[in-house]
């Protein structure tokens, strides 16, 4: 009933930018709250960064001062601003959102750092 598409990955050189976008449809009643994951090869899936719809906010340690999470309720959309971006930081990156205590994962986008 939720669909979450996520755009804006891309091959950036280490110190770089980019902006991911996650835009929700459907039944986008009582979602709460959304976030980012990445998984890199070989790792497990983490947490990057998560917002409630109140506006609280959590980091990953790894990227707290330089990632920037946000959300854009009349869009219905989540945002992630990536900056200092380091070679570490390459993975897939999947929009995820919790509806009624399910679940919902975006396809994922590829963010590759690399000089």
């Known amino acids: 009933q939720v669909q979450l598409v996520e755009s804006g990955g891309g091959l950036v050189q280490p110190g770089g930018s980019l902006r991911l976008s996650c835009a929700a449809s459907?039944?986008?009643?009582?979602?709460?709250?959304m976030g980012w994951y990445r998984q890199a090869p070989g790792k497990q899936r983490e947490l990057v960064a998560m917002?409630?719809?109140?506006?609280?906010?959590n980091y990953a340690d790894s990227v707290k001062g330089r990632f920037t999470i946000s959300r854009d309720n009349a869009k219905n959309t989540v945002y992630l601003q990536m900056n200092s971006l380091k070679p570490e930081d390459t993975a897939v990156y999947y929009c995820?959102?919790?509806?009624?205590?399910?679940?919902?994962w975006g396809q994922g986008t590829q963010v590759t750092v690399s000089s």
């Open positions: 995820h959102a919790e509806r009624l205590s399910v679940s919902i």
């Open positions: 917002i409630t719809r109140s506006g609280s906010i």
């Open positions: 459907g039944s986008i009643g009582f979602i709460n709250p």
